[in-house]
């Protein structure tokens, strides 16, 4: 019950119910089970994890810090594990970023066959979150993971360009 109450309060709106979840729109965007509030990884029975406040600015000052330690340009991708629609399993999906752009657009370009890409955007945060998840492992305990080589526009991007404008969004 105590769990239930942190879920409506972390909620901007109820999208539906089953026994055991709430599927929730976060006050960030999100659609997701419970509103992000999480009972694992946590100790105790009666703790919970919460999403960020501005997960965008929590990377950023990941990212300030690290940098500034290692005397480098880095992007940071902050993460969380979300269901998908019509999809069984988990995935890593980015839900705060800072250093990069998280979108490449591919549309009014050109494929191979002589085809113009009318709606082809390419989920990098998204993307290098999923890979994340490979390394860090859910009962792993291994908070970080490190994504080299990957030659990624730099930018300063927000996790809140991932979220879909509610207007184009043809389940809502």
Same mark, same amino acid.
């Given at each position: 019950a105590r769990?239930?109450?942190?879920?409506?309060?972390?909620s901007a709106r109820i999208v539906r119910m089953d026994p055991g979840v709430i599927i929730a729109e976060t006050r960030h965007g999100f659609?997701?089970?419970n509103a992000g509030v999480d009972a694992s990884n946590v100790p105790g029975d009666e703790t919970v994890c919460l999403l960020p406040v501005d997960p965008d600015a929590s990377a950023r000052r990941l990212r300030d810090d690290l940098q500034a330690r290692l005397g480098f340009d880095i992007a940071v991708v902050i993460t969380d594990s979300f269901g998908r629609p019509w999809r069984e399993g988990i995935t890593n999906i980015a839900i705060g970023v800072a250093g990069l752009l998280p979108l490449i657009d591919y549309r009014g370009q050109v494929d191979d066959h002589g085809h113009v890409l009318a709606v082809s955007m390419l989920a990098i945060a998204d993307e290098i979150a999923a890979? @994340?998840?490979?390394v860090m492992g859910k009962l792993l305990r291994t908070p970080v993971a490190v994504v080299r080589g990957y030659?990624? @526009?730099?930018g300063e991007g927000s996790a809140r360009a991932l979220v879909r404008d509610p207007a184009k969004d043809m389940f809502r």
């Amino acid at each position: 019950a105590r769990q239930v109450e942190v879920v409506l309060r972390e909620s901007a709106r109820i999208v539906r119910m089953d026994p055991g979840v709430i599927i929730a729109e976060t006050r960030h965007g999100f659609i997701c089970a419970n509103a992000g509030v999480d009972a694992s990884n946590v100790p105790g029975d009666e703790t919970v994890c919460l999403l960020p406040v501005d997960p965008d600015a929590s990377a950023r000052r990941l990212r300030d810090d690290l940098q500034a330690r290692l005397g480098f340009d880095i992007a940071v991708v902050i993460t969380d594990s979300f269901g998908r629609p019509w999809r069984e399993g988990i995935t890593n999906i980015a839900i705060g970023v800072a250093g990069l752009l998280p979108l490449i657009d591919y549309r009014g370009q050109v494929d191979d066959h002589g085809h113009v890409l009318a709606v082809s955007m390419l989920a990098i945060a998204d993307e290098i979150a999923a890979s @994340t998840e490979l390394v860090m492992g859910k009962l792993l305990r291994t908070p970080v993971a490190v994504v080299r080589g990957y030659p990624y @526009t730099r930018g300063e991007g927000s996790a809140r360009a991932l979220v879909r404008d509610p207007a184009k969004d043809m389940f809502r």
